[in-house]
């Protein structure tokens, strides 16, 4: 463990995983809302937003997500010239999150898709009957229970993300992956080591959180 | 009882299912405080018909029209006329992640726009009213069949409806909790709601009811009081779905 017990790689370890905390955290949110809004368009009347909706999710589901971020980095940034901050790393950190976003949105939105199939149709005809317009609807009666039934497939997606977010290491953030990458570089002797903990630390946090979603879906199954 | 204007009047209504006829021609009109019962052999069209008139169910020619107005396409004029017209379901349909009393209140808070205390209030009289006002922090999953739809019909009577559909509101439940639920739309009744109710209660339907509407094969095939309607049907159609429930 000496290679930790060096100050230096210490604080690129940490700092690292807080990079990975960061763009977890935003992009878990922005998903989400992202997810929720292409949720809607997918089950609306409306064919403009049906599509796309559809077109969304087949176009980020079905690339690669390194694709996903290089296209942020070498299209948005280096080309179209989408700088969001002045600060390099944090324009970085930026673009990653969108690409992260962009893609697990797609994710977040079939997996409530599949969450409506499972309110049964007289929710939203009671719904309708007592006179909620279709937007009301969806966000007061539908997409509430549908969201508690996916609650452990949302966890699951939000496991992937945390794991996913190492992939902006590839447009030069210093995350987890970035750094593990220079250590090993630079101690060739402690490859293993090296490796276990930074695996480790990735199950330590996500091992709970995946008992933790498990416990949530129960706790919000909605009884029928 | 009737005065003034229909409530509900349905003019040369036609429904397919695509090849299915479900809506015949049906033309028939429901007076204001009039208790209009609907009744006939499964796949009539007679759910169809009750579902029609808050459009839950568009229908493919003909016209509706609701306390003068015909029926809106769409979008907000059409859920401002749900608004108006309480609907109770086979399966009662009550918001599964809500409490009993936010099932009720929900209407009157979101559709309404009344203060949240004054909706509670009126709900909570209107749960003591059907009965369940000791259940109101509980989950519809929690309470029997014959509750739930006891609050469902309190959800419909929250929006001060002009009018109450029923569809077949006694069908999924178990026997002995028929009785409660009829109990409750016996009283309305008597209270003067306008009620359209598709039942194979025949009981209510003699007791209750002022007129009774035979369908079959989508057609409205009789329409009389019921007691001439029991007496004497005057179709084959009718004495032959009679005999059938009426023996046993």
Redesign the interface.
Known sequence: MHVFADPTNFDAYVSSFLWILKLTGASAVLALVLGVLLAAMRVSPVPVLRGFGAAWVNIFRNTPLTLVIFFCFFGLYSTLGLSLVDDLDLNNFWLGVIGLSAYTAAFVCEALRSGVNTVPAGQAEAARAIGLTFAQTLRIVVLPQATRSVVAPLGSILIALCKNATIVGTIGLMESSNVMKDLINSNGDAVIPIFLVFAGTFAAFLIPTGYFFGWLANRLAVKR | MTTGEPLIVLDAVNKWFGPLHVLDDVSLSVGRGEVVVVIGPSGSGKSTLCRAI?R?EPISSGTIIFDGQPLPAE??PL?????????V?Q?F?????KTILENVT??PI??RKEKPAAARERGLALLDRVGIANQADK?P??LSGGQQQRV?IA??LA?QPKAMLFDEPTSALDPEMVGEVLDVMTSLARDGMTMVVVTHEMGFARHAANRVIFMADGQLVEDAPPEEFFANPRSDRAKDFLSKILTH
């Open positions: 808050n839950l979008g907000k859920a401002k006329l749900r608004s108006e017209v309480g609907m379901f399966s349909n009550l918001f599964a992640h929900l209407g979101k559709v989950f999953a929690q469902a959800r419909a929006m």
